[in-house]
């Protein structure tokens, strides 16, 4: 139903078989700032795979300092 | 120690071998909605797998509008 | 574009703000019972939340028993 | 060494509170296309964040076509 | 059912809410490292959150070179 | 650029091979159990894996009572 797509090497490809989902974890920032990150996440799926920016799912898990840390050592407490 | 279940195709299996973890990421939905959601997802295991629904369990990440989006757009944006 | 939703209690909501994405871990299992999961599963929303089918996507990520364990023992050894 | 980071109102930031995780859910792909996206998304977070790319790690994981699906069907069978 | 817990301020805690679940993205291991480190992570919760270990379960992720990479680049190509 | 580790058996490993992302699914629990959780955590893979402290981080996400439960049943209902 779907038009196939087309991979970069030329084998066509159905839309249901080309859909990533994105889950990111990062500390809290402005909608302005992830606005502008789905935006461009989603076009590097575009450009990489070739898929439609429709097939593209970006999650945001936005955790807060106390709750995640490297080195041993909570991030609030760096 | 744990009685062996039986999988659909009679071979036995220890419990411990049948633990699935359930972890989804929506939108936030009110706690009845997610009540209903926890008990037919658990349910979906037990009728598919023959497991036992003490072995289930389903974690849902609420992610606000803001923070998730599609085709390169927020949810809040739409 | 999408013609609106209802969620129970009447008030529309647009399609973009409902896509579930349910992600499994488990051990690995045949493709029939992940089949058959997979349907039951995606009922489970279509039935708690009133989404349409399309709307939900499982992926299913299945942990060999040398890479899990409960109890600080590995499923391997048990 | 790196220049602190600032935040959209002004705020410098560490470079320990500014490293994101990607974690990609996706059925197979080439080393290529991955190499590529690898590149872009990184890139994504370093426009967008203006955080330095050491701080960006992605992770795939490629989840076959019996192991995932939408609207109740898994993949395979589409 | 279960004998109440108590937590290291004294408050007794139902076992069913204190379950965590552990998951781990890391290139591939030997199974016997990966016996170790679930053995010595599961030990962690025992004495930080003074929770019985058969509460805490494990999930490693094993993710190939050339799927994951850092600062933009597969770790294969490094 | 960075010196080599050694792996228990003796081959040497890139930093950059070594870098697990641990992620833990758990309710809400105090910053002082935090930050001994993942010192702890920490600890592990340092000991397991005999890789540095820094190239390890532990992200926690907290859910709610109402948004997870085991056998079926919410964590606030039982």
Known sequence: MDPPNRTPNGTPTRRSSA??????????????????????????????????????QVWIHEVPADSWGAAGTLTADK
């Open 19 to 56: 859909m990533p989902i994105v889950t990111i974890q990062q500390g809290p920032r402005d909608t302005e700032l992830k606005r502008d990150l789905v935006k461009r996440v989603t076009d590097a799926f575009v450009d990489a795979y070739k898929i439609p920016a429709e097939t593209v």
